[in-house]
């Protein structure tokens, strides 16, 4: 088994860049995944490992065989290393390079012939997406996709906020332009969260195929959604403010559809 000491050696350096750039991400079709969840959910939907990296005081090497599910490269690596590499302050010693998938619409498979979409334009956070799919996860929604992203999927604040499930949930992305054609092409209904000519909305009826819409919290939605909407909803506000937070705004609409769908 290969091991490595050093912060400069040349291979850890490249690692380095996956974590840090979107382009390396881009270029390479690679990126790193850390922590044994995240790796095992990885494994899981299928994404293909090509090394795995442990620091043996956190990682003891007997735990490899929990992951190793494919022929794969394993490294040792040292403490100093692992700092280099890891994301989080404190996490499980193991990390992961992983082949990304294609995420383009037309790649995107819909099982059903009544499915649920959420459907993000331009969510900036990372830490905002993360949340967003680990809401699609719990709601096991057919697919998340990503309007006009500002970042890449494999975004490791993305990995480490959504606890996985960018790898658990079906995600496409596309331009706004090319996802409402999506959408029509398919005959699915398009709700639009927002405030204007909208209604509340747990009065409407979501168990027909069905995407829900959000946008940011700072401009929501472009006008091409909004002209594309067939019925723009709104959560009813109590307070002082008109907006919430994308992702807790997401949980609120998808979790209705599911309640209505549960008792069809």
Known sequence: MKTITSSQNTYIKELVQLKDKSRERRKTGLFLIEGQREISLALKGGYQLETILFYSELFPIEQLNNLATQPTNTIEISKEVYQKLAYRATTEGVLAVAKSKPNSLTDLKLDTDHPLILVAEAPEKPGNIGAILRTADAANVDAVIIANPKT??????????????????????????????????????????????????????????????VGTEATGLSDLWLESSTQNIIIPMQGEIDSMNVSVAAGILIFEAKRQRDFK
């Open 152 to 213: 890449d999927l494999y975004n490791p604040n993305i990995i480490r906020s959504s606890v996985g499930c960018v790898f658990t949930n079906s995600i496409a992305t596309g331009t706004t332009e090319e996802i409402i054609s999506f959408l029509k092409a398919q005959s699915i209904t398009i709700y639009c969260a927002a405030l204007q000519a909208s209604v509340d909305y747990h009065t409407q009826d979501y168990t027909k195929p069905t995407a829900i819409v």
